[in-house]
């Protein structure tokens, strides 16, 4: 299944009423998601600030990434196990520098 399909389920089994959620499943990456999803919330005409829960080493790069797309982000902790931080950290950190050298 999607990520956004995956969260739509983890979200209404926690109460949210599925009429509230708009899926965006086109992304296979965190850029493109907050691109086509820029795209939805333009469409619909909802308000450009959005909340983006993701892991601490990655919410810097995403809250970029959304000003690009044109969102006023906010970035917010998703739990993050422990024995991953380290790998996915200097990932993340080549990351923002690559959008800092290459945009």
């Known amino acids: 299944?999607?990520?956004?399909?995956a969260m739509?389920?983890?979200?209404v089994s926690r109460g949210i009423d599925e009429s509230r959620l708009i899926l965006e499943e086109r992304s296979t990456s965190t850029e493109e998601n907050l691109a086509f999803s820029a795209e939805l919330?333009?469409?619909?005409?909802?308000?450009?600030?959005?909340?983006?829960?993701?892991?601490?080493?990655?919410?810097?790069r995403a809250k970029l990434m959304g000003g690009?797309?044109?969102?006023?982000?906010?970035?917010?902790?998703?739990k993050t196990p422990f024995f991953v931080?380290?790998?996915y950290f200097l990932r993340d950190l080549l990351g923002v520098a690559a959008a800092i050298v290459f945009g």
Do not use: C, M, W
């Not at 299944?1 to 399909?5: F, K, L, M, Q």
């Not at 739509?8 to 979200?11: F, T, W």
């Not at 333009?42 to 601490?56: H, P, Q």
């Open 41 to 60: 919330i333009r469409e619909k005409g909802l308000n450009d600030r959005v909340a983006v829960i993701t892991d601490s080493y990655h919410q810097y």
């Open 8 to 11: 739509k389920r983890a979200l």
């Open 1 to 5: 299944i999607s990520e956004a399909e």
């Open 85 to 87: 931080f380290p790998t």
């Open 68 to 78: 690009r797309a044109g969102l006023q982000t906010r970035a917010y902790n998703a």
